[in-house]
């Protein structure tokens, strides 16, 4: 087991290289002009103040880039209901005649310095008539609704459906039991710690754009820039060191960084944007926001027969590149999560609505999955009367491989073990004293659950791209299309190589996006880098040691057939006569060196969370005081990367339980615009973890892994709100939704202490 990881030195140094650390000689800096308004039209926008404005080098508008830029890409693999395609009403990287969300970008100032564009951009003068502003989806749906785009009639840009609609209809004429329930899986901003920042370049001699900025994989991001910029991916270098966290919003191409491109070209000099916390707030992408109505066709026995959903989710003002597909096949991938059902149904109609677009939130879907059926399951088990782990368990799928009635095949798992592990650390069956004892000490115990399922690894590239490359004093470097940016991948990529070469993991380092190399595959999302990336990584270094067959036995003057492998060494079997790989790739420059592709796509890991917290009824302050996570994430190949992760993605999960929302108000201004408003988890929020192991692992890719990076927020997410539910339902509250925040937990119990009295 090695201590710490490898990346952790540079980083806690203040080594790392993040994008607003880059610099090129003769850069000017931008700075984005973005919309005030929710919905209105342009009716002038005079740049002459500005433009004049000392320092100012040009001002760039949408009309400007009218001629010379496509609109952002979107497009999903599937059709809706009746053959319905989704209607991709395009994407302006700057306004073009209308605003339709607060923080969209109009205007792009170009100048000698930051401060200088800054200052010029409170100059530009934009006369606006506004129009009325479309909030929620549910608003949206109204017949005599406002348009978000004219090409998009009733606002809806997909009327998606997957499953069994006949069959869940039948199961549910024949139940002796429907249980239904509705619930709002709240939109989040994801803010990671960098702010979104570029630094946008082109190389006139070789007609190149470089773009330096925080992305989760420089391939997508390069194809997603050829769709905007009009030139083969192969004339576009995105180059990427640190990355300040990714957590699904650095995965798609951003307008900002098609302007600034568009602008670096026209000017002739590099044009270097740093965004600000309120930008990140205002112009990322968001996510969930998506409304569920959910029912169950029971038997007498308690065994699901059925299972419907209708979803409406909130796309925002424009589609965001992997907008409709995370919340389509991203959500229905998992639809009737880890039990066996007859017959699943989801209708999901995609919404249009002036606020910011919506996109990926660690999880890209799957928590929207987990938190409407976990939800449904536990409330299901309580009007049943049932003990919710009895319910689950009489509900289990048992045999693999499973497909779903969505179309997705789960290949392993043992959902029994994993929640017998589960019961045991958390102590099911003591609850019932547990809560006695807080009820003496005047506070609402709550207990919840979830047993979650979740898809990883699929990825929209057809291949992932490696190579391994010497240097000249034997170290070796790993090339690969995924970004790390924070999940480790420097140490766990060494430690697989580092196990099949057997030379010191320190002598192997990582590069995933650089300005040298150009490789294809799939960036990190969908907690696919390590069985994906990392199994193409594992069966390069074999290829690797295969390669070296011949130059070993060449240099040991022996037949190829008497060579044998071990700990790093070539030898001649039987014999002391040997040569370290090391030692060989020295020798031949460049011939050591190896380029491997494969691909290995979308595993099932999945889990049993069990959380604990107790309500102060004077305050509505919740406090979690015990937290049980085992969870299936196949083969391990690092746990303390994988605790971390799970860590990581549990506090993820609990705040937006507890605190994190996203508001608007009803003209569309962004009321949760900063920190002061909107409340991340804080550390000591999840206290009291407690991690398990359940391994099973997959045949699906040759390390028998599967992915964990957003395991932990698609388990937490039901299983917190189910505490909270838990322990309010005592109280008598019937419906309550996140986030659980002091102010709305307290008003939950006075409303139903009013309602009793
Ligand atoms: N791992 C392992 N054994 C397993 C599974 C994973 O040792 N069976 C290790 C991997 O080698 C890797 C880490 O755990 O070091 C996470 O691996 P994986 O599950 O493959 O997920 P990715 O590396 O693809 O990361 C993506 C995932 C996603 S989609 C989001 S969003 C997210 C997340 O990871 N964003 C993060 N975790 C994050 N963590 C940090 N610090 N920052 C983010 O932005």
């Known amino acids: 087991m090695i201590k710490g990881r490898l990346e952790d030195d540079r980083m806690l140094t203040g080594r790392g290289k993040y994008v607003s650390d880059w610099n090129l000689p003769g850069q000017a800096y931008g700075h984005f002009v973005r919309s005030d308004r ?56 700057l306004a073009q005649g209308r605003v339709r969300f607060t923080g969209e970008p109009v205007a792009l100032v170009v100048a000698q310095s930051a401060v200088a564009a800054q ?48 069959g869940s209809k039948a199961a549910f004429a024949k139940a002796a039991r429907t249980i239904e329930l509705e619930v709002d899986i709240s939109r989040v901003v994801g803010n990671p710690m960098e702010p979104r920042a570029c630094l946008a370049h082109w190389d006139a ?22 769709a905007v910029l009009g030139v083969p991916p192969e004339k576009i270098r995105v180059i990427a060191e640190e990355v300040g966290g990714g957590f699904g919003v650095r995965f798609n191409v951003y307008p900002e960084y098609c302007a600034a491109l568009f602008a670096a070209k026209k000017l002739g000099r590099p044009v270097k944007w740093t965004g600000t916390r309120s930008e990140v707030f ?31 989710a909130d796309l925002g003002a424009y589609l965001a590149p992997t907008g409709p597909f995370i919340n389509t096949i991203g959500i229905v991938n998992c639809l009737s999560g880890v039990y066996d059902v007859p017959a699943a149904y989801a209708r999901i109609r995609l919404a249009l609505t002036n606020t910011a677009p919506m996109a990926a939130y660690r999880g890209a879907g799957r928590p929207i999955m987990s938190y409407a059926l976990e939800r449904l399951v536990e409330h299901a088990a309580h009007e049943l009367g049932l003990d919710p782990a009895e319910f689950r368990r009489r509900n289990f799928i048992r045999q693999f491989p499973y497909r779903i009635a969505a179309g997705f095949e789960y290949d392993s798992g043992d959902f029994e073990g994993v929640m017998k592990k589960a019961l045991a650390a958390a102590d099911w069956r003591g609850f019932a004293a547990r809560k006695a004892e807080s009820e003496r000490r005047g506070k609402l115990r709550g207990r919840g659950m979830a047993t979650y399922i979740e898809a990883t690894g699929a990825g929209f590239a057809p291949q992932d791209q490696i190579e391994l490359r010497w ?59 390590l069985l994906a990336v990392g199994g193409v990584v594992y069966l390069g270094a074999q290829e690797l040691v295969k390669k070296g067959m011949a130059l070993a036995a060449e240099a040991l003057e022996a037949a ?28 031949h420059p460049g011939a050591m060196d190896l380029a491997y592709a494969n691909k290995f796509g979308a595993c099932f890991p999945n889990g049993c969370h069990i959380a604990e917290l107790e309500i102060t009824p004077e305050t509505g302050e919740a406090q979690i005081v015990s937290y049980v996570a085992c969870d299936d994430a196949g083969n391990i190949i690092n746990h303390q990367i994988v605790e971390g992760q799970l ?26 615009g900063s920190f002061m408003d909107y409340a991340m988890p804080r550390p000591g929020e999840v206290a009291g973890l407690k991690l398990l192991e359940h391994p099973v692992p997959t045949k699906l890719n040759p390390l028998g892994a599967k992915g964990v990076g957003e395991a932990g927020v698609t388990g937490s997410l ?14 008598g509250v019937k419906h309550f939704e996140m986030p659980a925040t002091p102010r709305r937990l307290w008003e939950a119990l006075q409303a139903a202490h009013r309602k009793a009295a």
């Open 38 to 93: 929710a919905h209105a039209d342009i009716v002038s926008l005079d740049v002459a103040a500005a433009r004049a404005q000392p320092g100012v080098i040009a001002v760039i508008t949408g009309e400007d880039i009218r001629a010379a830029l496509k609109s952002l890409p979107c497009a999903l693999p599937v059709k809706g209901r009746g053959g319905m395609e989704l209607i991709h009403p395009g994407r302006p990287a």
């Open 119 to 166: 200052d010029a951009a409170e100059l530009l003068n934009i006369e606006y008539r506004d129009r009325p502003a479309l909030i929620s989806a549910a608003e949206a749906l109204k017949p005599d609704s406002p348009l978000v785009h004219d090409s998009v009639p009733g606002n809806i840009v997909l009327d998606y459906e997957s499953g069994d609609d006949a």
């Open 205 to 226: 001699r070789a007609e190149m754009y470089h773009l330096y900025t925080c992305t989760q994989g420089a391939p997508i991001m390069r194809n997603q820039l050829s």
């Open 282 to 312: 205002l112009a990322d992408e968001q996510a969930r926001g998506v409304r569920s109505r959910g029912a169950l066709a029971v038997d007498s026995q308690g065994k699901i027969l059925g299972m419907r959903f209708d979803m409406l």
């Open 471 to 529: 240097g000249g004093e034997g170290e070796l470097t790993i090339y690969a299309p995924t970004h790390n940016h924070g999940q480790g991948h420097e140490t766990t990529y060494a430690q697989l190589v580092s196990g099949v070469l057997g030379i010191p993991m320190e002598t192997i380092r990582l590069r995933t996006a650089g300005p040298e190399f150009y490789l294809t595959g799939n960036a990190t999302g969908g907690s696919r880098s």
């Open 560 to 587: 190829q057939a008497d060579i044998e492998f071990a700990a790093g060494e070539y030898r001649i079997k039987g014999t002391d006569r040997r040569i370290s790989i090391q030692q060989l790739a020295a020798k």
């Open 647 to 672: 860590q990581g993605g549990i506090a993820q999960g609990a705040g937006q339980a507890f605190t994190e929302l996203a508001v608007y108000d009803e003209a569309g201004q962004l009321l949760t």
């Open 718 to 731: 039901p299983a917190l709100m189910n505490a909270v539910v838990d322990a309010l339902r005592q109280a």
